[in-house]
């Protein structure tokens, strides 16, 4: 592990040659991966710029140092940002190095107003950078299932509704035979429990009762199809004993799994036994603190995403600042996201 610390970064803050070098080493720990082909060999050829001075098309010196790729079917050139969420980046490895310590440090995550201010980057650039970081920090889709025991509950995301404006209010369901009807599935005709979160998103949260690994899915309702979906892509249902709350939707669901077992609120029962939701709780409340204290609000649009860096946060809690830039310089590996998409539709 290459000890990465605030009192060191500046050395790379001021040589974007030395950024370079200290990105090749985090990767590759000096043996440089073609993204192309996927060979490892201490061996690529590092192609040098014969005036000693690398510039692009428009004459502008770049610091971008390049390989060869040496197996022979291949041969393609490649460095060290390919295959990464810091490709075809502008911003200067040394920022991102900067951002990625900052990012990585930060015990309650940090804003784009705060990196914008850090970095000296438009605003813009400073959130750009932070959600390609967030990209990163998602669950690799080849993750293995949850198996053993699972805590799973969820919560709703949104301010409430008497701060907003008469118009955008949502009442939910109304009539009484509405309301009964919510009322016995669960589940309000709007997506929220009793009608009373149905202007909220609602995230449910997956932790794993021995390793303390956390997941989470934003999800567009919180009936029993949707938990079922989102459970069965991220646990070995049959092999999984499953703990919960009193919730109604969860119950034709535990009669798949090798157990269930539940603990009512509504009864002010919140631990019986072994059985709790406390960690998924603990999990939200660090969620929700961080979102209004450095966040404010964000869109329904990128939520998931915010989901997926408190999640990468609860999941490497036990590391060392350092040792956190490293899992996350992992994390960046097959992983892209582009501005267009990113603001299509905002």
Known sequence: MIPVNLSELPAYMRDENEAWLLLERLRWDGRPVCPHCGTIDEKHYFIASRSGERRTKAGNVTYRRLWKCREKNCRKNFSVLIGTVFEDSRVPVSKWLFALYLFAAA??????????????????????????????????????????????????????????????????????????????????LHGGRGGGNAHMQPVVALIDRETGEVRTKVVTDVNSDTLRATIAEQVDMPETVLYTDGAKAYRPIGRDMAGHAWVDHGSAEYVRGEVTTNQCESFFAQFKRSLDGTYHAVSRKHLHRYADEFAMRWNTSDLKDAQRVQAIVDMTIGKRLTYRPLTQGC
Do not use: C
């Open 107 to 188: 015990k309650n995550a940090i804003s784009a107003k705060e990196l914008e201010r850090q970095l000296g980057v438009s605003y813009p650039t400073a959130w750009f950078m932070l959600h390609r970081l967030r990209a990163a920090a998602g669950r690799d889709p080849l993750a293995p299932l949850m198996s053993g025991t699972v805590v799973v509950d969820e919560t709703f995301i949104g301010g409430k509704p008497k701060n907003k404006h008469q118009q955008g209010r949502n009442k939910g369901p109304t009539g009484p035979a509405a309301r009964a009807a919510a009322r016995a599935s669960g589940v309000s």
